[in-house]
């Protein structure tokens, strides 16, 4: 059997619903000191051959990786999930559960640097000081993407770091935002950590195809539902990201002699909080849900 787009965009499995509350306290010196984290919504195992693995205490380890183990220094961490049973059919999208967790976790992290007023780089950086593969690509994407230097107006750099699949990847976003509310995204510096380099070209266009897939997400992907109906149907309504919207991108290697790790997929979910965080340091503006949109 053969569906047609308009078929699978309606009746397939989708990335499914999260949502986040975040809150963190900073003492008097600006220093992160507590984190509360708390997740809602559908797992990704139930159902599938995977449920009995990765299902345990009612708790889908896919639903809170990137989060329980948050690699920053922070003296008081809490993370909770409640899951929902919906309609919906919900599986797996490329970079699982650090699809969602590595955004709002990042967005936050770069919410919790301004209200402490410290630089969102060096604010990473003193909480990684126990994690040197995390620190070491991002120091590495921001060096490369010349972070602090100065841009015009209307333009912003924003970063993430994230571990997914036992690899590390930074990545920093240049954004243009304009007056119209187009948002768009100019460069991307990213800096991977996958051990081994055991073939350079193969990372580096996982990491360029998994930043395009991300950034497609990020800038254009929602299904939206009436009265129990997908109303999209195809790319006339389903948008993509289209060649012309292509950022230029540059992929840098940490030399290591660690075990080869993942590359197809941690390319992906650090584009999202990237972006938004260039449009907050571009137009000060915070932005929470996927996907970005400056204007509702």
């Not at 309606?10 to 010196?29: E, I, K, Q, S, V």
């Not at 797996?92 to 709002?104: D, I, K, L, Y």
């Not at 991307?188 to 055991?198: F, H, S």
Request: proline share 5%; net charge positive; glycine share 10%.
């Amino acid at each position: 059997m053969v569906w047609t787009r308009g078929d699978d965009t309606r009746g397939g499995y989708y990335r499914p619903l999260y949502y986040h509350t975040l809150a963190a306290g900073l003492d008097a010196r600006g220093n992160l000191i507590a984190w509360q984290h708390r997740i809602v919504g559908q797992s990704i195992m139930a159902g599938t051959a995977f449920e009995g693995m990765l299902v345990k205490d009612g708790i889908d380890a896919t639903s809170v990786e990137g989060a329980a183990n948050l690699p920053y220094r922070i003296p008081s961490l809490h993370v909770d999930l409640h899951t929902t049973k919906i309609g919906v059919p919900v599986q797996w999208w490329r970079s699982v559960g650090s699809t969602h967790t590595a955004f709002s976790t990042e967005v936050m992290i770069d919410e919790v640097a301004s209200a402490a007023g410290k630089d969102p780089f060096e604010f990473r950086r003193t909480l990684l000081d126990r994690h040197p593969r995390h620190r070491a690509v991002l120091e590495l994407a921001a060096r490369k993407a010349g972070w602090g230097k100065p841009l015009p107006k209307g333009r912003g750099r924003g970063i993430a770091v994230h571990e997914s699949f036992n690899s590390f990847v930074a990545q920093v976003a240049e954004v243009a935002a304009g007056k119209d509310g187009a948002i768009r995204v100019e460069r991307v510096v990213c800096a991977v950590d996958c051990g081994i380099a055991v073939n350079p070209d193969v990372i580096r266009a996982q990491m360029e195809g998994g930043i395009g897939y991300g950034l497609s997400a990020a800038l254009h992907g929602a299904i939206t539902l009436k009265d129990g109906r997908v109303e999209q149907s195809n790319f006339h309504d389903y948008g993509i990201l289209r060649i012309n919207e292509m950022p230029r991108i540059e992929v840098h290697i940490v030399p290591s002699n660690a075990k080869p790790t993942g590359v197809g997929e941690p390319g992906v979910p650090l584009i999202a909080p990237a972006v938004a965080n260039a449009i907050f340091a571009a137009t000060g503006k915070q932005l929470r849900n996927l996907p970005l949109r400056l204007q509702s």
